[in-house]
């Protein structure tokens, strides 16, 4: 099972843009990747997901290296509620065995206002 | 729509108890996962359900155990409590059980063994 790295935490300022980034070198090809927020004393919410191209919601943008060994979750101008730990995923195809969600320990982002 | 239902949201249990948890998934959802997030151990997979069957399992004790109904509703059911197995259980549901499907949590339950 492949696993992410993220920064412990990472703080931004309201209304500036955050890159929030994750490693993922072990990554196979038909990996895809899953980003997520939790915010305090909620369960996890979808944020984006994406498998080679850069994908981008309403919510944020995800920005996916050439070789997939790292990606970027990208809020664009974060506001207080974006506060939360945001946690990068790996989720294989469902005919592999194995294929559930490893959360790991996420970026606790701060935002300042 | 109705999001992911889980029920009870709280629930005080003495150590050697048994407990069963269930989760509403959203309807027309097929597929419900079940996690474990104490504070030392962050988030971790428990199980996943697809269509009545058992996908996959994390690395819990077999006193862990689960199951889900024809309706998709979901049960999961700890025996032999432990103080360790005091933690928020979370369930998610998606669409179906595929490598780009998204889930949705529901509010958890909080589970406390004295």
């Known amino acids: 099972d492949a696993k992410t790295t993220q920064p412990n935490s990472m703080e931004s300022n309201e209304e500036e843009p955050v890159h929030l980034p994750c490693n993922h070198s072990?990554?196979?090809?038909?990996?895809?990747i899953h980003w997520y927020r939790q915010l305090p004393s909620q369960g996890p919410e979808y944020v984006i997901h994406?498998?080679?191209s850069n994908v981008n919601n309403r919510m944020a943008s995800l920005a996916i290296a050439e070789d997939r060994k790292s990606s970027t979750l990208i809020l664009h101008r974060a506001t207080l509620r974006d506060a939360a730990v945001y946690y990068c995923?790996?989720?294989?195809?469902?005919?592999?065995?194995?294929?559930?969600?490893?959360f790991g320990t996420g970026t606790s982002l701060t935002v300042i206002p | 729509k109705a999001g992911v239902t889980q029920t009870p949201r709280y629930l005080i249990k003495t150590r050697g108890q048994q407990v069963t948890l269930s989760c509403s998934p959203i309807?027309?959802?097929?597929?419900v996962s079940w996690y474990q997030q104490t504070p030392g151990q962050g988030l971790q997979f428990l199980f996943e359900?697809?269509?009545?069957?058992?996908?996959n399992k994390g690395n819990f004790p077999g006193r862990f155990s689960g199951r889900q109904f024809s309706n998709s509703r979901s049960e999961m059911n700890v025996s032999t409590l432990e103080l360790g197995d005091s933690a928020l259980y979370l369930c998610?549901?998606?669409?179906?059980?595929?490598?780009?499907?998204?889930?949705?949590f529901g509010p958890g339950t909080r589970l406390t063994v004295t």
């Open positions: 998610a549901s998606s669409l179906v059980l595929a490598g780009d499907s998204e889930q949705y």
């Open positions: 072990t990554i196979s090809g038909t990996d895809y």
């Open positions: 994406g498998l080679t």
């Open positions: 995923i790996l989720r294989a195809p469902a005919s592999n065995t194995g294929n559930q969600f490893y």
């Open positions: 309807s027309g959802h097929r597929s």
């Open positions: 359900y697809f269509s009545e069957t058992q996908r």
